[in-house]
Structure formats: C-alpha cells, structure tokens
C-alpha cells in the first residue's frame, strides 16, 4: 500500500535556526511526493513537490525538500526559521488517483 | 491567483439533517475532489469527479454522501442524514489532471459541526 508516514507530532525551533520535518514514504514504483502547509484556520496549502530529476526541491516560502531514495525520506527543510511559518505540515503521496497523506507535523517557531 | 473557493465556512446543523456543501473550482480544471479532516486527524481523501461523474471514493463516501456539478462552475457535496461523526472539515480541491503527481489545490475548507 502506498503511504507516508511523519515520525513527529510537533516540532519546535527557535527563530532564525534552521528547520527541519520529517517524512518518510513507503510506495511501490515511484513516488510523487508533496508536502503542503495548513495555517490556522486556514485550507491546505502546496509547497512543493518531487516528480523526477533534482533530488532538491525548492518550493514556496523559501522551503525545500530532499527527496533521498536510499532513505525512503522526504524532509522538509527551511535555513532560517520565521515565526510566520508555524503551522501545521502535511506530507503527502500522490502515486495514486488522489492524494494520500500523513497525519501532520505542528511547527512552531519561537521568537 | 486563481483559487479554490468553498461556502459556508462554517455550518452548524442537527444529527438527521440533509446538508450541501458548496465549491467553485478554479475554473480550468478538470477534475474535483473532496477530502474532509476530523479535528485531529488527517485528512483523508473522499472522492473525485471528472467528466460529471465519480472517478474514485473511498470507504468514507457511502450512500449518505453524493457529489453534482450543477452548472459549469460549482461542486457541491451533499451528506444526506447528517450523524454526529461527520463533523469535520470539508475540503473541495480541484486539479488540472489527475493523480500520479499533478497538483491539487484546496479551498479554505467548510467546517461542518453536527450537533
């Protein structure tokens, strides 16, 4: 079965560090891999996705994420953490008919 | 930007009641979804429409739900007697293709409290 899967409820980083959510997918032939960002109260959001090609994608907000084959991982990553960006992340498998998606990593930046 | 819009944002409503939920897809699409989120939870995906009519739904979309495009610009999914565990958010999403890695873009959501 197609899935993905996010190892942590919440992470908390200070202003100004770097940032990093985690996620790791379990799909058979080749994973379509997005992550999109829920603010309060707010609809979901893309960031950005991997289809093919550059294991590094840049995505929106600044973000970017690293697709790692041997891992089976799709991070999202940020080098610089803003109070802004505290929302709730939703990685996500597309390699399907519709979107699969994991359970949500909350991010809160502190300033 | 072209985006996703959902009405009400918000709908209260007692367990037995027929509710509809509406959409308007960015108006190039082509194919619509429907996802809902409880409070919690993730979001899980419900069904897609395409050429006015249901490409796939989940376990979750049984008889008390449906899906219509009325006219040339809205998606309104219906939930017939409404219960208690189907308070949630509502997610309309639209796309320009489907699936195997074309992206989806969402509403603002319709939340939805049964009470």
């Known amino acids: 079965a197609q899935s993905v899967a996010q190892p942590e409820d919440q992470v908390n980083v200070a202003e100004g560090n770097p940032l990093t959510v985690k996620c790791t997918y379990s799909v058979s032939g080749n994973p379509y891999l997005f992550w999109y960002v829920q603010y309060p109260n707010r609809g979901l959001q893309f960031l950005l996705k991997y289809i093919t090609g550059d294991n590094l994608v840049k995505g929106s907000y600044g973000f970017e994420a690293e697709f790692n084959k041997s891992q089976t991982s799709f991070h999202l990553k940020k080098p610089s953490a803003l109070v802004s960006d505290s929302a709730l992340y939703f990685c996500?498998?597309?390699?399907?008919?519709?979107?699969?998606f994991g359970k949500g990593t909350s991010l809160l930046v502190t300033p | 930007e072209p985006e996703v819009t959902q009405t009400p944002s918000h709908q209260v409503t007692q367990m037995g009641q027929e509710v509809i939920l509406r959409c308007v897809p960015i108006s190039n699409h082509l194919y619509f979804y429907w996802y809902r989120q409880i409070l919690g939870q993730k979001v899980e995906f419900l069904v897609s429409f395409y050429n006015n009519e249901i490409s796939e739904k989940s376990e979750i979309f049984d008889d008390q739900f449906s899906v219509e495009r009325p006219d040339g610009s809205n998606f309104t999914l219906k939930i017939r007697s409404t219960k208690l565990e189907d308070s949630a958010m509502y997610f309309c999403?639209?796309?320009?293709?489907?699936?195997?890695?074309?992206?989806?873009?969402f509403g603002e959501g319709s939340w939805l409290t049964v009470v």
């Open positions: 999403a639209s796309g320009p293709a489907s699936g195997f890695g074309n992206t989806i873009y």
């Open positions: 996500a498998d597309n390699s399907g008919y519709a979107l699969n």
